[in-house]
C-alpha cells in the first residue's frame, strides 16, 4: 500500500520534474533535503515507512514468483535471501536515517 | 493407475491472465530498486554536502530516465492493478447490497491524488523547508 | 456439405497405455449445441470407449468441468460456435490425477472440503433445540455469505490455480470459499474452529491472488475475494489476540 500511495509520485518527481527543470533548481539541496529530514522526526519516520516497508512488500512477491516459476526445491533459501534482505535493509535505512 | 500430468515452467507463458499476474508480480523489483535509489540519497545526505550533491546529480544522467519511465510505468501498473482489486478484499453489505466496487476503488484512487499532492506541496512547494 | 468440427480429445487407458495420447473426432456442427453435446455424439455415435462425467447439463450439477482449449469450462456450457471453425482441445482439469480419458480422481478435492468443517458449528451449550424453532436470520445476514454458498464444486476454479498446480496440498479456492460460507453466517460459532486449517500455509497463505479462479467460476462465486478476506480477517484477528489477549471472539 506504501509503495502504491507513495512512489509514483516521488518517481515522477526525481525522474521528470526536477531534472527537467520543472521546478526550482534548490527543491532537492542538500541544504533543503537536510535540513527538512534532520530537524523532524517525524519526517525521518515517514522516510523510514517509504523506504524500508516496500522492502517486505518485495520480498514476499518476489519469493513467491520465484518458486512460481520453477524454483520450488530451493524455496527456503529463498525465503532467507529475500526476507533476510528485507529485514537487512530496514536496519539499514533505520541506521542511516537516525545519523542524519 | 492414475496418471499425473507435469507442469511445465512455462505455465505462465500460456495464457495472458498468467503473463500479467507475473508481470504484477515482478513490479515489486522496480518498488525495491527505486527505494535502494532513496536509500542510496539518504546515504549520501548522511555523508555530507559534497556526497548528497553527487548522488543527487544522477537524476540528470541521460539513463536516470530511463530507469525512472520503466520503474514508472511498473509502480503504476501495480498501483492500478492493486486498487482495482481492493472492492473484493473490502466488502461491506448495506442491507443486501453491496458496497459498489467503483466506491471502494474509487476511494483508494481518491486516497492516492490526495497523497500525491500533499508529497509535491511537500516537495515542490514554494519555501525553503517542510 | 452439413458443417463439421474438429474435436482433439485427450485419451488415457491405463490398462493400455502408460502415457496418454490426443484422438481426434470430427463431429456435426449447429449453433445450439455444446461441447458436452459433442462428446457424447462422440460416444454414441463414433467411439464409444470414451470415459467423461456429465449430470444436468444445465450448469448447476458441476459435473462436467474440462479443459477446453486450455481454460477450465463447463462444457455444458461451451458452445461449439464460441470455437467453429477452429479445432477444440478437450482435456481432463488440469491439477488432478487422471484416472481416464477425461476422468479425474476427485478424492483429494473432497477431502479438503471436509477439512474446512462445513456445516454450522454452535458453542457448547448454545444449541438451538428444536422446540424453539429455527435460527432466524435477516436478509443482511444472509447477504454476507449466500454468494460463497452457491458454489457447485465444479473444480474449475482448481483447474484455473497456478499455487494448486504446483502444489496439491494447497487447499484451494472452492474449499476456502466454503470455509468463509460457514465463517460468515451469523447461526455460525465455528470460525475459531475452522482457523488452523483456513489460515494456515496450506490453507489462504498459499495464495498469491492470480484471481484467476474467480474468472473461470461459473456461478460468481469469487473465491480470490473469499481467500483475501480471509487473509484479513485473520491477521486481524492477529493482532488483536495480540494487542488484546482478553477478548473473546465468536
Request: aromatic residues 12%; glycine residues 6%; charged residues 20%.
Amino acid at each position: 500500500m506504501v509503495a502504491a500511495l507513495f512512489l509514483p509520485i516521488l518517481m515522477v518527481i526525481t525522474g521528470f520534474v526536477v531534472p527537467n527543470g520543472f521546478a526550482p533548481l534548490d527543491t532537492l539541496s542538500y541544504e533543503r533535503v537536510h535540513s527538512a529530514i534532520s530537524g523532524s522526526n517525524i519526517v525521518k519516520l515517514v522516510l523510514f515507512g517509504v523506504i524500508a516497508l516496500p522492502f517486505f512488500h518485495w520480498a514476499h512477491r518476489f519469493k513467491f514468483t520465484l518458486v512460481d516459476i520453477g524454483l520450488r526445491k530451493i524455496s527456503l533459501l529463498l525465503s532467507v535471501l529475500c526476507y533476510g534482505g528485507a529485514i537487512s535493509a530496514t536496519v539499514v535505512t533505520a541506521i542511516i536515517l537516525w545519523q542524519i | 493407475m492414475s496418471y499425473i500430468r507435469k507442469v511445465p515452467n512455462t505455465w505462465w507463458l500460456q495464457r495472458k491472465p498468467y503473463f500479467l499476474f507475473i508481470v504484477r508480480e515482478l513490479t515489486s523489483v522496480a518498488v525495491a530498486g527505486y527505494c535502494g535509489f532513496l536509500l542510496y540519497l539518504m546515504y549520501a545526505l548522511s555523508k555530507g554536502p559534497v556526497a548528497y550533491s553527487d548522488a543527487i546529480g544522477l537524476i540528470t544522467h541521460p539513463a536516470s530516465y530511463t530507469l525512472h519511465m520503466i520503474g514508472l510505468l511498473l509502480v503504476l501498473y501495480h498501483t492500478i492493478t492493486w486498487f482495482n482489486v481492493t472492492p473484493k478484499v473490502l466488502v461491506f453489505h448495506l442491507g443486501e447490497e453491496k458496497v459498489p466496487a467503483v466506491i471502494i476503488a474509487g476511494a483508494h484512487y481518491a486516497g492516492w491524488l490526495a497523497t500525491s499532492a500533499l508529497v509535491a506541496w511537500l516537495l515542490l512547494g514554494t519555501g525553503t523547508s517542510v | 456439405m452439413a458443417k463439421t468440427i474438429e474435436l482433439e480429445i485427450f485419451r488415457y487407458r491405463p490398462e493400455e497405455e502408460s502415457e496418454p495420447t490426443f484422438q481426434s473426432y470430427e463431429v456435426p456442427f449447429n449453433e445450439e449445441w455444446v461441447v458436452l453435446d459433442a462428446i457424447n455424439y462422440i460416444k454414441d455415435e463414433i467411439d464409444g470407449t470414451i470415459s467423461h462425467r456429465w449430470s444436468c447439463r444445465m450448469g448447476v450439477c458441476g459435473s462436467c468441468g474440462m479443459m477446453v482449449n486450455r481454460v477450465p469450462r463447463l462444457t455444458c456450457a461451451a458452445f461449439l460456435k464460441e470455437y467453429y471453425p477452429k479445432k477444440i482441445r478437450v482435456e481432463p482439469l488440469d491439477g488432478f490425477p487422471v484416472e481416464r480419458d477425461l476422468v479425474t480422481d476427485m478424492d483429494g478435492f473432497v477431502s479438503k472440503l471436509t477439512d474446512v468443517s462445513p456445516w454450522i458449528i454452535r458453542n457448547e451449550g448454545e444449541e438451538k433445540p428444536v422446540e424453539e424453532g429455527t435460527y432466524l436470520q435477516s436478509p443482511h445476514e444472509l447477504a454476507e455469505y449466500k454468494q460463497y454458498s452457491m458454489c457447485i464444486n465444479c473444480m474449475l476454479c482448481y483447474a484455473a490455480c497456478p499455487v494448486f498446480a504446483l502444489d496439491t496440498n494447497f487447499l484451494g479456492p472452492a474449499a476456502i470459499a466454503l470455509g468463509q460460507r460457514y465463517n460468515m453466517d451469523s447461526r455460525d460459532q465455528g470460525r475459531d474452529q475452522r482457523q488452523e486449517v483456513i489460515a494456515s500455509h496450506d490453507g489462504v497463505w498459499h495464495c498469491t491472488f492470480v484471481g484467476e479462479c474467480s474468472a473461470v467460476c461459473p456461478k460468481d462465486v469469487d473465491p480470490a475475494g473469499a481467500i483475501q478476506r480471509a487473509k484479513l480477517s485473520s491477521t486481524t484477528d492477529y493482532f488483536k489476540d495480540l494487542l488484546m489477549p482478553w477478548g473473546k471472539r465468536k
